[in-house]
């Protein structure tokens, strides 16, 4: 079984500055709760994995980085 690991962070406008700073911080929450779980990633290797985008219910727009560990066996 994989293990998953993301972070979202919503973002505020359509400005590149914007956008950008809220996936740093989703990069940066994700690159802890992987150092925390004994994962020793580092922030550009997270970043170079790039981000998505999504939009909840109420039409906020998220940003959303992603890391899937290894199978454990």
Known sequence: MRATYSASRPVASDRRDVIDAAVR??????RETL????IDVSFDELAQLGHSESWD???QRWVNVDWEG???G
């Not at 150092?35 to 004994?38: E, I, L, R, T």
Request: glycine letters at 12%; charged letters at 30%; a negative charge.
């Open 25 to 30: 911080a989703a990069t940066e929450e994700l």
């Open 35 to 38: 150092h925390s779980h004994g």
């Open 57 to 59: 219910d109420e039409g």
């Open 70 to 72: 290894a199978e454990a």
